[in-house]
């Protein structure tokens, strides 16, 4: 009943920039958190960002300092603006929300489809 879908991915060259989107939509009460996540070739999926209900943000300390979490609550969008990105940021980068719904009121954790992200040396 409700689904995130992700864009914005890309190819660029080390020292770029990307930023992805993140809508959710469907019979949606109101989204709680959102994450973002990265599974890089040959590893398994990280958690890379994640921003709170209230509008904390935590990040990874491997992308501090080089990549922003926000939100739009008013589109349910998340958005991940990567700078100074590095070969290792390379992956597919999914974006998480936890979703409250009604009847019965409940949170769901819904993932969306992925987006890559290849950054070259």
């Known amino acids: 009943q409700v689904q995130l879908v992700e864009s914005g991915g890309g190819s660029v060259q080390a020292g770029g920039s990307l930023r992805l989107s993140c809508t959710a939509s469907g019979s949606i009460f109101s989204i709680n958190s959102m994450s973002w996540y990265c599974r890089a070739p040959g590893k398994e999926r990280e958690w890379v960002t994640d921003?709170?209900?209230?509008?904390?943000?935590f990040y990874a300390d491997s992308v501090k300092g080089r990549f922003a979490i926000s939100r739009d609550g008013a589109t349910n969008t998340l958005y991940l603006q990567m700078n100074s990105l590095k070969p290792e940021d390379t992956g597919v980068y999914y974006c998480?929300?936890?979703?409250?719904?009604?009847?019965?009121?409940?949170?769901?954790?819904?993932w969306g489809q992925g987006t890559l992200v290849t950054v070259s040396s």
């Open positions: 921003i709170t209900g209230g509008g904390s943000m």
């Open positions: 998480n929300a936890n979703i409250a719904v009604l009847d019965p009121y409940r949170y769901l954790e819904v």
